[in-house]
């Protein structure tokens, strides 16, 4: 949770430099807060978190000695823990901007991690199977992007993938509730910042940077039911809540691949093996 502090929630309204993801972990340390929704209850940001965990979990094979993965933009291993206790040959590296988010993720993981930037992974880094990015693209200037596609592709194994998150512009008229969320002061709890893409932008991107995208995911029926996903968290018992959030999830499993709107896109992607 939060700690008690004065600062005002809108202090972080485009959370893109070093200095605001900081002041984030510090204030909200290793809570699903910290990196999800900061205005949305628990139970809500803990159905988002088992999506994502569930779509790294999907683009996994764990049927290697030794599996190599970089989580970049690691904050305090919300991604990383999950994987490392499902597949306990992963050998896993974080990166973050935020020092403070670095010592967190070493604390949680017991694992390795490094202070660094998406743009400038060091050549000693070394190469991986697959490269964890969630939600963090959407905070790097647009005119970064194929440069930085270009530094993952150099950071791959020749069959190395990656497995990106990043929110989809297609359902950000739902994130707002139509617009109207921005009516209301604490409008920067919802938002987090950043920007959003489509799918064809982030395609064409990988494509320029060497790149193509294999798989992709959707998922509609809980970006339609955001609002409601807010008030069953907020004011049903939990296991109806849960429940809910079930019945969502099996209805995304069926629309996963149908053109809908989607409050993030998933997409696992590889390198061109002519670009190796
Ligand atoms: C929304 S949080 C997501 C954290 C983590 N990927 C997750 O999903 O739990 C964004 C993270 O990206 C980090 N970040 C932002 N810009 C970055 C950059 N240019 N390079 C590396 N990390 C960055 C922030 O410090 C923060 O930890």
Redesign the pocket.
Known sequence: MPSNHNRATNDYPVE?T?AA?ENR?IDYGSTLRS?LFKGMPDSANEYFDSI?QNFIFECIEGNKDTIRIL?????YG??SLPVIQKFPQAQITG????PN?VKLYRENTGGEAFV????AIPPEAGTFDYIIV???LM??PENKLKEVFSFLFAHLNTSGKIILIEPDKSGIIFQTCFGLARLFHNYSNMN?GGRCFSAAEIAAVVHQAGGAVIREKRIPATTFFFLWIYMAARFLPHNWARGFFHGLAVLDGLFKNRKLPTLWSFYLIEKNIMHN
């Open positions: 893109n070093s993801w972990s990196v994502h989580d970049i933009g690691c904050g919300r991604l990166i973050d901007i935020s988010y660094g930037s998406a743009e969630v939600t963090v905070y790097l987090t």
